[in-house]
């Protein structure tokens, strides 16, 4: 790919996933936590437009009755009733949601949720939820830790900004109400009342590419740093989706589990490594806010 080795390159795997979780130790160095992103679920919706946008439903099985919680099957199951027709796949924050020509379903992908093309005579394992199209195609929802859910949509989000649209964040960043917050701008940028679905991997990455620090307070940063921060964010987030498009090509239209993604972080999971940016001598540091773990520049981001 034409990237420095010193990149943190990480091949995602569901049990490397799993050890992260199960054992909080292995958080210290080896492990990256990786969930399904705003990227991946992007990359899902698009998929799932291109394959099945206006297709027709046969038939919905549903394999189980509960994923991280109960499924409203009775309400599900009308959205889902033979005959409807796909009419969008679509991004609203981190969840993915399906409107069919009968009302929208919302999906959270949770920790390892995914969606792929099945055989719906021979269920892959762990695939909860089949969607059999007229004509005999089917493709399926697929989630080995049952993280995820599937609940009937009635109302959009509530956010304010979506952070694929620079305009959408730059006004936000504007707002006077964004602006006299005495938070850190990690937090308010991991604020989902405020962001529709930006994670704490690409508000690190997007952070070190504007040169801020994670720890700095919302009101002490200028304008001129939020415009480039409402660029970046996009521009990091654009560049995971194309990883995870590319990835998609591949796997016929769609892809099995979050473990195909090839994330490359430049500051994330690299605590101790020389900064990446062209002239500066720092080295990345690790710091804990809120709980979670920040990665930045002490020298180039201030
Ligand atoms: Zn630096």
Known sequence: ?????????????????????????????????????????????????????????????????????????????????????????????KQLVIRTSAGEALISLGMSGAFAPVDPKRPKPHEHITFILSGGEAFGFIDPRRFGHVRVRTAPLPHLADPLSARSLIRLF???????????????????????????????????????RPTRRVSRIRKSEWGTLSREIPMVLRRAIKAGGSTIATYRGLHREIGTFQLCHRVYGRAGKRCLRP????????????GRGSFYCPKCQQ
């Open 174 to 212: 504007l707002s006077p109400e964004w602006r006299e917050s005495r938070r850190s701008v990690k937090a308010a940028l991991l604020d989902q009342h405020m962001i529709g679905g930006l994670g704490n991997i690409y508000v690190l990455e997007s952070l070190y590419g504007a040169k801020i």
């Open 1 to 93: 790919m034409g990237l420095p080795s010193e990149f943190a390159c990480v091949t995602p795997n569901f049990w490397l996933t799993f050890a992260e979780h199960a054992l909080p130790y292995f958080r210290k160095k080896r492990y990256i936590r990786l969930m399904p992103e705003l990227p991946e679920v992007e990359s899902f919706a698009r998929a799932l437009n291109a394959s099945y946008r206006g297709r027709t439903l046969k038939r919905v099985l549903f394999r189980r009755r509960d994923l991280r919680t109960a499924l409203d099957i009775d309400t599900l199951g009308k959205i889902f009733a033979p005959g409807v027709r796909f009419v969008r796949f679509f991004r609203d924050g």
């Open 279 to 290: 002239g500066c001598s720092g080295v990345i540091k690790r710091i804990t806010q809120s």
